[in-house]
């Protein structure tokens, strides 16, 4: 198969799944194995571009024309193919999570789950596949408008409220912002495709360029820097494998990825470091890191928690952009990929407690950890990622953005950096201590408690698995990240 051909497939998979999915909605087994036949197939169509993209080819496919000079266009390079072997790997870890989750906790609307998962996938793909700021916005709204019938699954007067936060934030950014920036972008440089090293240089003033900056940056409202953060914590009411896909396997990476794109491939980072901007923006996140971090601590919920927990480690891949300098690039690339890994086995673990238990709090996991003690090692193992401590892949990624730090002569980003980490440790570790060496606080502990259905267990403990290969052979994912300036 041609690589234009691979492209394509990679587009069409997801999309052609969504039918098949409602066609097969009679018969639940058959449902869910085009599921996880669709996240298989996507998967292999995107390790078969790897070889092309290591080797230095750029491979690319034009769907149509709009405008002389404007194409909804395709192109595979090291960040898009990143970005789509993790999305692509974790459908199927979350997928097949999904089957214990959804089975075990007898949700309803179970079909519409799958079709929406699976459209949400295609327009994961786009992202990652765009060639053109034209092609990014269209399957960036795309997603929002995907996951939207995910996050109100439920039906509730709740998960109608989250969903309203969501897609209101979200479009406005987008629109207001986002869209604003690309315009400005076309009307100074005349194209809207992505280079190596930038489309700015000499197109635009110093002035502009901040600007554009700024509406990138906020108008990105799925990287959920702060203020554009609350979607974030309100979209927790989905079921939980939905929240692994707004955190790990599309959402929220989608808007990092593209924060990370523009600034590599629109702006180029040796402009952006020559402006004052980037360092405020640099700032901007940091603020982000620390006060989210802060948040979490207050939070009792574990998948509220979890959330800005979230949007804190976003905040080091915008940092890691904005530091306008290899290495904190590579790093922030790198970190999509370790906190992808790291933090879906923390939501794959919540969910697995929920539906063994129905507890939601920290404070009711006392005494957890020995009788279910697969799922909360996972969630230990899950946070020493996120905390960047080994054996675990978070080391790696924070390792380049600090060193980024150091390169931008900024010790204050660096020390952010630090406490940052020590407030992980306050926020995380406090949940596997509670659950392995505190006493049940029932006076007569519940029986019948164990672990969530094996499904659930099977994804957790991949993904989990997956966080530790990321510490102890990180090779290819830091040469993949550093292919980003082999040109």
Same mark, same amino acid.
């Given at each position: 198969?041609?690589?234009?051909? %691979? ?123 765009? #060639? ?173 928690? %979890? ?6 480690? &976003? #905040? ?111 926020? &995380? ?11 049940? #606080? ?22 989990? &698995?997956?966080?530790? #290969? ?18």
């Amino acid at each position: 198969m041609s690589a234009p051909a %691979l492209i394509l497939a990679a587009l069409g998979i997801p999309l052609a799944a969504t039918p098949l999915i409602w066609l097969a909605r009679g018969d639940p087994d058959r449902r869910e194995a085009v599921t996880l036949l669709a996240a298989a197939g996507l998967f292999a169509v995107v390790a078969l571009l790897v070889p092309i993209v290591m080797n230095g080819g750029r491979p690319g496919a034009v769907l149509f024309k709009v405008l002389p000079g404007l194409a909804l266009a395709f192109e595979v390079e090291p960040l898009g193919l990143l970005f789509a072997l993790i999305a692509s790997t974790l459908w199927i870890a979350t997928s097949v999570y999904s089957i214990g989750y959804m089975r075990g906790n007898k949700e309803q609307h179970q079909t519409r789950y799958y079709m929406f998962f699976a459209l949400a996938l295609a327009a994961t793909m786009g992202i990652a596949l765009a #060639a053109n700021l034209f092609t990014l916005f269209i399957f960036y709204e795309a997603l929002t408008i995907a996951t939207y019938p995910l996050v109100t699954h439920k039906g509730t007067d709740e998960a109608r409220a989250g969903g309203r936060t969501y897609l209101t934030i979200l479009l406005t950014t987008s629109i207001l912002f986002f869209l604003l920036a690309i315009l400005l972008t076309w009307q100074a440089t005349g194209t809207l495709d992505f280079r190596p090293g930038g489309i700015l240089a000499d197109q635009a003033s110093p002035t502009l360029i901040a600007i554009l900056l700024v509406l990138y940056t906020f108008g990105i409202g799925k990287a959920a820097l702060m203020p554009f953060h609350r979607w974030l914590p309100a979209a927790m009411i989905a079921p939980t494998p939905v929240s692994a896909l707004l955190h790990a396997v599309a959402v929220v990476k989608a808007g990092v990825f593209a924060v990370l794109k523009v600034v590599i491939y629109i702006f180029g980072i040796d402009t952006l470091a020559a402006i004052p901007a980037s360092r405020w923006m640099a700032y901007a996140a940091a603020v982000t890191i620390i006060a989210a971090s802060l948040i979490a601590l207050t939070r009792d919920n574990l998948k509220a928690r %979890l959330a800005y927990s979230t949007v804190s480690q &976003l #905040a080091y891949i915008v940092l890691g952009a904005m530091l306008a300098n290899r290495l904190g690039a590579v790093g922030g690339a790198m970190h999509i990929a370790t906190h992808a890994f790291g933090k879906i086995t923390l939501f794959f673990c919540a969910g697995a407690i929920y539906v063994a238990t129905h507890k939601t709090e920290v404070s009711q996991l006392d005494g957890l950890g020995r009788r279910m003690p697969i799922t909360m090692a996972a969630f230990f193992l899950g946070s020493l990622s996120i905390i960047g401590l080994p054996p675990m892949g978070g080391l790696w990624s924070k390792w380049y953005i600090a060193l980024g730090t150091l390169d931008a002569g900024s010790l204050t980003l660096l020390a952010v950096l630090m406490v940052s980490s020590l407030l992980n440790i306050f926020y &995380l570790m406090p949940i596997p201590v509670r659950a392995f060496f505190r006493k049940p #606080a029932e006076v007569a502990p519940a029986e019948g408690i164990r672990e969530a259905p094996w499904p659930c267990l099977v994804a957790l403990v991949f993904s989990s &698995l997956g966080a530790f #290969a990321l510490f102890v052979y990180p090779a290819p994912l830091f040469r993949l990240a550093s292919a980003l300036f082999a040109n």
